[in-house]
């Protein structure tokens, strides 16, 4: 348990420096969660033994993933279009998260979120820390625990859509992964194309 912690404490450090007000004028965003993102599976693969045992590259996994991502995107294309009339504050933080990609190649944001970010928080997230505390509560304790504490990683941010977001986002992968934990895979795929999704090739 003591390692689960330092790990997690390790993230919500990391995400502090990103997403804070108070760091995050001061780094650059995307290469700090790239090698936040190497910091994380780095320490998923140290303390967790072996997660790619959960890891599977088949065209079902593949097509699972793309599914999913679609899918998901299509959650968030809904939520936003509600929550912008509900909240007269949810475009605006919407577009502050979207101001973070100003300025850099959408080239340079594809490869980093497919082949490094998205990869590695799914084996952080689910991997990791999802399976080392499902395997030491439950299985559904450690889904809503580990939904949770991603959900919490991003609230540094002071920013209640992003906050919102990655606790749907990080609910339909923690649950598909409570169903599935074999599936890692598909996750991996699924979590890859939603970032690039969502943030470079079709922004809600």
């Given at each position: 348990m003591k390692k689960i912690l330092f790990t997690v404490v390790v993230a919500f450090i990391l995400w502090f420096v990103m997403f804070s007000p108070l760091t995050a004028p001061y780094v650059n965003f995307w290469w700090t969660m790239t090698a936040s993102?190497?910091?994380?599976?780095t320490l998923a693969t140290l303390f967790g033994g072996r997660w790619w045992r959960d890891f599977k590259f088949t065209g079902a996994d593949v097509l699972a993933?793309?599914?999913?991502?679609?899918?998901?995107?299509?959650?968030?294309?809904?939520?936003?279009?509600?929550?912008q009339m509900v909240f007269?504050?949810?475009?605006?933080?919407v577009d502050l998260i979207y101001g973070m990609k100003e300025g850099e190649s959408p080239w340079l944001l594809t490869v980093l979120m497919l082949f490094i970010i998205g990869p590695a928080e799914e084996v952080f997230w689910r991997g990791y820390v999802q399976?080392?505390?499902?395997?030491?509560?439950?299985?559904?304790?450690?889904?809503?625990?580990?939904?949770?504490?991603?959900?919490?990683?991003?609230a540094s941010s002071c920013n209640f859509m992003l906050t919102m977001a990655a606790l749907v986002?990080?609910?339909?992968?923690?649950?598909?992964?409570?169903?599935?934990p074999q599936r890692l895979g598909a996750l991996i795929v699924s979590?890859?194309?939603?970032?690039?999704?969502?943030?470079?090739?079709f922004p809600i």
């Open positions: 993102a190497l910091i994380l599976v993933g793309l599914f999913i991502a679609v899918a998901l995107w299509g959650v968030f294309w809904a939520g936003d279009k509600i929550s007269n504050f949810a475009r605006p933080q399976k080392r505390l499902s395997g030491r509560w439950n299985a559904i304790a450690g889904f809503v625990a580990t939904t949770a504490i991603y959900a919490l990683v991003h986002a990080g609910a339909v992968w923690g649950f598909i992964y409570y169903l599935y979590h890859a194309l939603w970032d690039v999704a969502v943030f470079v090739w």
